[in-house]
């Protein structure tokens, strides 16, 4: 969590599910509490993820979960667009 101790201009966040110390569940809650303003993008190996009412609250809705292995780069790009309204 200490990547966003400040927001330095941060206004999207890709987040696995599985990190060292916490979950990307967790992660993005945490940070979700600190900067209200931020998006998110989670990459999962699990197929069926569904974000739950938490994650939801954060405006990640399963639009915005990818699975892995995310094989084009712009899938990426096309739903960056549309989270930050580019």
Excluded: C, W
């Amino acid at each position: 969590m200490d990547i966003l101790s400040e927001k330095n201009d941060i206004d999207l966040v890709i987040a696995d599910l599985r990190m060292p110390g916490m979950s990307g569940d967790e992660f993005i809650i945490k940070a979700h509490e600190k900067f209200p303003d931020l998006k998110y993008i989670i990459q999962t190996g699990t197929i069926d993820y569904v974000p739950d009412q938490r994650l939801q609250d954060a405006g990640v809705t399963s639009e915005y979960v990818l699975a892995k292995p995310v094989l084009r780069l712009h899938t990426y790009v096309d739903l960056i667009e549309k989270l930050l309204g580019s």
